[in-house]
């Protein structure tokens, strides 16, 4: 693949995790190792968690996605960002059993 290939990240909400701190956490932890192994077997190319927890937040990261129509406003949940390899990698293979609902961002 060319240095100079860019594909956009692709977004996800954790569902088990919305509206559970003590959820948060434990998945956070989960989320990582799971991913990890993921990047190390290259089949994605970068991951970011990120334990949303109000409205700030939300703000803080530009969230620009409708997350509100999959937590129901309830905070916290824990927000992905998955870098895929290519640009038409099966993604939807790669987080298979990881309980993640893909975003779609409204400006795309």
């Known amino acids: 693949m060319p240095s100079d290939s860019f ?3 692709q977004e996800f909400i954790h569902l088990p995790s919305i509206g559970d701190v003590q959820k948060c956490n434990l998945y956070f932890k989960e989320l990582t190792s799971m991913l990890k192994k993921k990047l190390e077997e290259s089949k994605i190319m970068g991951y ?4 949303i927890k109000n409205l700030e937040d939300v703000n803080d990261h530009f969230i620009e996605t409708d997350y509100r129509s999959i937590t129901k406003g309830q905070f916290p949940f824990l ?5 895929p390899l290519a640009e038409f990698d099966q993604i939807e293979n790669i987080v298979e059993g990881l309980n993640l609902v893909q975003l779609k961002n409204p400006l795309a």
């Open 7 to 9: 594909f956009p990240a």
């Open 48 to 51: 970011h968690i990120i334990t």
């Open 79 to 83: 927000y992905l960002f998955l870098q």
